[in-house]
Nanobody, 122 residues
Framework: QVQLVESGGGLVQAGGSLRLSCAAS????????MGWFRQGPGKERQFVAA????????TYADSVKGRFTISRDNAKMMVYLQMNSLKPEDTAIYYC???????????????WGQGTQVTVSS
């Protein structure tokens, strides 16, 4: 079992940067692929980025490719999302998630954090 706690959200101007962190607890962190999802106002939760168990592979939603970078530190049981060149449409609650399958989706992710708000002003 994995418990996840996000931090690092906030208010930033368009073009700015934020780094989200996800602290995991539980002895099986290394067994899970990790990801970030987001849910904007009135929208469904959507995939943002994922990283494999050993950090060899990463994948991103088209909307964030080239701007966001996901990383993990298995020794510290941390997952990060570096967000650069932020746009107002990136405004959302960002959730950290863990799942057993590489095709990490809303339905396949078994564990979720409580979310952290990111607001990008124009």
């Amino acid at each position: 079992q994995v418990q996840l706690v996000e931090s690092g959200g906030g208010l930033v101007q368009a073009g700015g940067s934020l780094r989200l962190s996800c602290a995991a607890s539980g002895r099986t962190f290394r067994d899970y692929h990790m990801g970030w999802f987001r849910q904007g106002p009135g929208k469904e939760r959507q995939f943002v980025a994922a990283i494999s168990r050993t950090a060899i592979s990463t994948t991103y939603a088209d909307s964030v490719k080239g701007r966001f970078t996901i990383s993990r530190d298995n020794a510290k049981m941390m997952v990060y999302l570096q967000m650069n060149s932020l746009k107002p449409e990136d405004t959302a609650i960002y959730y950290c998630a863990a799942g057993p399958t590489w095709s990490l989706t809303v339905s396949s992710a078994g564990y979720w954090g409580q979310g952290t708000q990111v607001t990008v002003s124009s």
